[in-house]
């Protein structure tokens, strides 16, 4: 069975920081590609960045250089590491795959203010 297990969320001031982490299973890990999504209120959930089985990085413009993903094969997780938080950066954040991703986890909060 498919299963996504994101931890590490919680509330935190502009400027702050936090590590996401991500436990998947069910899934052939080692040879997909990876992803960190995001839902904030309101709107619909949009990528973040994205990691190639060979762990090549894509960030989305509006985290580029304050955001860094990663992933450990053997634990089968992705991290996520973000710096210089902003209120914009509040959501649910969700980590799936690439190419079809399914099977949603329930995603871990964050939230950004002063």
């Known amino acids: 069975q498919v299963q996504f297990v994101e931890s590490g969320g919680g509330s935190v001031q502009p400027g702050g920081s936090l590590r996401l982490s991500c436990a998947a299973s069910?899934?052939?890990?080692?040879?997909?590609?990876m992803g960190w999504y995001r839902q904030a209120p309101g709107k619909e959930c949009e990528l973040v960045a994205r990691?190639?089985?060979?762990?090549?990085?894509n960030y989305e413009d509006f985290v580029e250089g304050r955001f860094t993903l990663s992933r450990d094969n053997a634990k089968k997780t992705v991290y996520l590491e973000m710096n210089s938080l902003k209120p914009e950066d509040t959501a649910v954040y969700y980590c799936?795959?690439?190419?079809?991703?399914?099977?949603w986890g329930q995603g871990t909060p964050v939230t950004v203010s002063a």
């Open positions: 069910g899934i052939s890990f080692g040879i997909r590609g």
């Open positions: 990691i190639t089985s060979g762990g090549e990085t």
């Open positions: 799936n795959t690439v190419v079809g991703p399914s099977f």
